[in-house]
């Protein structure tokens, strides 16, 4: 479905994709992770056919830069940063949905299923939305159409522990009929959600691993905390993960999101001296 053949892009003088060699197919999901200035978003505009590049870029046999219209149908983009629009968000969804031909409904229902009050910011201007807002109407306009491939520069980095749980379900209502590149500078952050993991290092393709499916991800582990004493700042630090404590707030049970279990435990693991028990077992 994608390829990319010996890409190379420099600023001026500054080279900073030297060389990529890639193929991704139908199905696949794609982790593109590496640090700050690796090169992700630059790989990204090049496939969304915005920058004049050396080699070749396809999608389905098209050149993105030639065929810009035909190339955008295809794909459903959650940027890094939300553009500055001072349009309203009730005209942004009507214009998303004339431009990809889908119904504002499917972008609603969407919106609506990750918690955004859609109904209460129609006429709100969207630069005016909160950082968290703005992701949800953004992953909303991308996933309320057909779109083949789905691009995401860092989508779930403003979402909270139960939009972020939405969000999975959404990817696996799309897994049989959608490409995935998720791009993200944290392995941890998308590990579950991909079978794939490229990592790109100074515009270099560095890292280039299958990985097996084994959380899907729908799954919901069952979590249960011991603490030796009650701290404020754990109860703080889980807060919105939908743990449930006793009544001296020592033993915390919920329900944890496969694909966000190594997020989880990168939270609880602050509190390492604190715990004295802990599983996260498959329901
Ligand atoms: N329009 C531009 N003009 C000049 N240099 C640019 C431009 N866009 C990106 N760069 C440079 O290209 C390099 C790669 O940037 P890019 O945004 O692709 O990295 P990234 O891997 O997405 O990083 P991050 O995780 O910080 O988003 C950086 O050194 C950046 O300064």
């Given at each position: 479905m994608i390829q990319f053949k010996n890409l190379s892009k420099s600023f001026r003088r500054a080279s900073v994709l030297n060389g990529i060699d890639l193929e991704i197919g139908i199905g696949e999901r794609v982790a593109l992770i590496g640090s700050n200035g690796a090169g992700k978003t630059t790989l990204i505009r090049c496939l969304l056919g915005e920058y004049d590049h050396q080699g070749e870029v396809r999608i389905d046999g098209l050149d993105p830069r030639a065929n810009r219209t035909a190339v955008l149908g295809k794909i459903g983009f959650v940027p890094q940063l939300p553009p500055p629009l001072k349009m309203p968000v009730g005209q942004l969804i009507d214009f998303s949905a004339a431009l990809c031909k889908t119904d504002p409904a499917r972008i609603h229902a969407i919106g609506k299923r990750l918690g955004l009050d859609v109904d209460g910011i129609l006429a709100r201007q969207f630069v005016r939305l909160s950082g968290g807002m703005k992701q949800k109407l953004l992953i909303a306009i991308a996933l309320g159409r057909d779109a083949r491939l789905l691009i995401m520069d860092e989508p779930a980095a403003n979402l909270d522990p139960e939009a972020r749980k939405i969000f999975f379900d959404l990817l696996a209502e799309r897994l049989n009929d959608a490409t995935m590149i998720i791009s993200s500078?944290?392995?941890?952050?998308v590990s579950s959600l991909v079978n794939r993991v490229i990592e790109m290092d100074m515009g270099k393709v560095v890292i280039d691993d299958k990985v097996a499916d084994d959380a899907t991800l729908t799954d919901v582990l069952a979590c249960r905390i011991v603490l030796k004493r009650f701290e404020p700042a754990f109860a703080r630090a889980v807060e919105g993960w939908q743990l449930v404590p006793d009544a001296e707030q020592l033993v915390w049970q919920g329900g944890i999101a496969g694909p966000d279990r190594l997020r989880f435990l990168g939270i609880v693991s602050r509190y390492t001296a604190l715990v004295s028990d802990l599983s996260l077992r498959e329901a």
């Open positions: 500078h944290r392995l941890d952050e």
